[in-house]
């Protein structure tokens, strides 16, 4: 496809630690998410996608390259991405796309004491509307100055006393919205434009701190007694990693930070409903995007893509927020994708997917030859109906390699692969690992790690965990040099 105005744009939306279960369309009875739904109504939700990591940078380095973790060499929070690795972005932008984005990226080093913004790398973007996180620590946190441009500053609120809920800023000030805006702006500057673009509208929400704003919040006080509790087996961490044990007591290793014990079955309902606003609020601001799509006739040679980096143990398990954890609400994210006219209508696709199968796939549906490193799998003939759509991976992988810097002794490594029926948990120097029968308990509380009538499943699983781990070695160069 050598015409660049035959390329579908593609507006990119990732959100922040956002589960696969925090959407309407994928069974959660109280959010309020209709946009979302209706882009699932009208495109492909896939129900079983999974991140390659539990942790953004390792995730966002992973999906933005097509490339695993350990291949990309970006493997922790912090750490910038080594020069040679060739963005999706990068690649659309080399073939006529422009290319824009508002929020996070996350993608090398930013340190507030150290560095004035997120140093940038060739990323391909020709906009670059930045914000790492909404605080102010930055002078270059563009969210900051389109406050202070309508006089306000940025700010959060306890709410009603509790130590673990705040409230932050009105929606018309919330750098969701401003996320949003940047990308109708871009979109509106674009309704006429020769050339295909792609923007990624990347929002810090719903990650923590759980603080919505206020008004999306009081929504759910009157029913917050109905709430359910996390799904948490007083005694399940017995015999499961010591990671885990441990940040029960506290998240990342910190007992000052959603100790689960301490808190009482409220506290647990209004983290809850706090980060289902958050939710809320994302919908309501998806709406205005896809609203401008319409508004300027793009809406038929767009892809949307709706998805997240990651997932939230949101008390699951007896754990909040992440770390070296591998059940679904960390690494099962919500994956919708809508092209009118060229991707399937109303499809939900219970095929394994992995999110490093995404760079591939907007090569492909821009015409863009592969580039040779990625190691992902298109989804673009799942998604345009020529392939089973519940076909497309025998299993899944993801990798934790000490990521956080909360571990230290001993650091965690760990590895993950799951299939249709079974997941299992490699703790790489450590005792024990985890494995769980899908099938029979999808809740992955019971351990079976250790449990005899398990063994050769066991085996099984570590056979194909040394597989994947085999195959992320680099594709490049393609050949050995002649002699």
Request: glycine share 6%; aromatic share 10%; charged share 25%.
């Amino acid at each position: 496809m050598s015409d660049a105005t035959a390329r579908p744009n593609i507006l990119w939306i990732c959100t922040d630690q956002q589960r696969f279960d925090a959407v309407g369309c994928y069974g959660n009875e109280w959010v309020t998410t209709p946009n979302i739904d209706a882009l699932a109504e009208g495109g492909v939700l896939f129900d079983h996608a999974y991140s390659q990591s539990p942790v953004c940078t390792p995730s966002r380095a992973s999906f933005l390259t097509g490339r695993y973790p350990r291949t990309t060499r970006c493997r922790q929070n912090g750490q910038t991405i080594p020069a040679d690795e060739k963005l999706v972005t990068r690649l659309l932008a080399d073939a006529g796309y422009t290319c824009g984005l508002s929020g996070k990226l996350h993608l090398s080093a930013c340190n507030p004491r150290v560095t004035r913004m997120e140093e940038r790398i060739d990323d391909g973007y020709h906009e670059f509307h930045w914000m790492h996180h909404p605080d102010p620590h930055w002078p270059t946190n563009e969210y900051a100055l389109w406050l202070r441009e309508r006089g306000q500053t940025y700010r959060r609120e306890s709410f009603e006393g509790s130590q673990w809920v705040q409230t932050s800023m009105p929606e018309e000030h919330h750098h969701t919205t401003w996320c949003a805006q940047k990308a109708i702006n871009f979109m509106e500057a674009h309704e006429a434009s020769d050339h295909p673009w792609l923007f990624s509208v990347n929002p810090f929400d719903p990650h923590h701190a759980f603080d919505p704003p206020r008004e999306y919040l009081e929504r759910y006080l009157d029913r917050l007694d109905d709430i359910p509790p996390p799904n948490y087996t007083p005694g399940e961490l017995d015999g499961k990693p010591v990671f885990q044990q441990r940040e029960h007591h506290g998240a990342y290793n910190s007992p000052r930070s959603y100790p689960f014990a301490d808190m009482t079955a409220e506290d647990h309902r209004l983290v809850r409903a706090a980060y289902w606003a958050m939710c809320d609020l994302i919908d309501v601001q998806v709406g205005r995007m896809l609203d401008a799509l319409d508004r300027t006739g793009q809406r038929e040679n767009t892809i949307v893509i709706f998805m997240s980096d990651h997932g939230e143990m949101l008390g699951d398990h007896g754990i909040y927020l992440k770390g070296s954890h591998f059940y679904d609400p960390a690494v099962r994210v919500p994956l919708v994708v809508s092209a009118p006219g060229q991707t399937s209508a109303g499809l939900r696709s219970d095929a394994l997917v992995e999110l490093v199968d995404l760079a591939p796939t907007l090569l492909d549906a821009a015409g863009v030859e592969r580039y040779a490193g990625m190691q992902g799998r298109s989804l673009w003939p799942l998604l345009a109906g020529d392939t089973d759509a519940d076909t497309h991976r025998d299993d899944v992988y993801c990798e934790y390699y000490n990521a956080m810097p909360t571990h230290r002794d001993p650091a965690a490594h760990a590895t993950m692969i799951r299939t249709r029926t079974h997941k299992l948990v490699a703790m790489h120097g450590t005792q024990p690992g985890e494995l769980y029968d899908l099938s029979e308990e999808p809740s992955e509380t019971h351990n079976l790690w250790d449990a005899p009538a398990h063994v050769g499943v066991k085996a099984e699983l570590l056979g194909r965990l040394c597989d994947r781990m085999a195959w992320t070695v680099d594709p490049l160069p393609e050949r050995r040099a002649n002699f």
